[in-house]
């Protein structure tokens, strides 16, 4: 069984920064890929950035010019550079894991509570 942990979140000011890590843990094998997503409150859970093993990014729109994902692949360790941070940014921010298997399933951590707030 595989667990994830969150870490790096925080109440910051708009424009600040923050660096979140997710470690990954237990019994596996190999990892298609390791991502964020993030939730506000009232609103659905969303994709903010995804990074494969082989190195490929993605990014929310949102995000794409201000967060920076990547990945310690020895580690089994995904993290989230976010830079400039708004107040739209505030959410819960979830690590999520995609297993490399014939059968797709995600593996999500606890949640790291992120607010930006003056």
């Known amino acids: 069984q595989v667990q994830l942990v969150e870490s790096g979140g925080g109440l910051v000011q708009p424009g600040g920064s923050l660096r979140l890590s997710c470690v990954a843990s237990g019994s596996i094998f190999s990892i298609r890929s390791m991502g964020w997503y993030r939730q506000a409150l009232g609103k659905q859970r969303e994709v903010v950035a995804t990074?494969?093993?082989?190195?490929?990014?993605n990014y929310a729109d949102s995000v794409k010019t201000r967060f920076t994902i990547s990945r310690d692949n020895a580690k089994n360790t995904v993290y989230l550079q976010m830079n400039n941070l708004k107040p739209e940014d505030t959410a819960i921010y979830y690590c999520n894991v995609v297993p490399q298997s014939i059968l797709r399933y995600d593996i999500w951590g606890q949640g790291t509570q992120v607010t930006v707030s003056s």
């Open positions: 990074i494969t093993s082989g190195g490929s990014t």
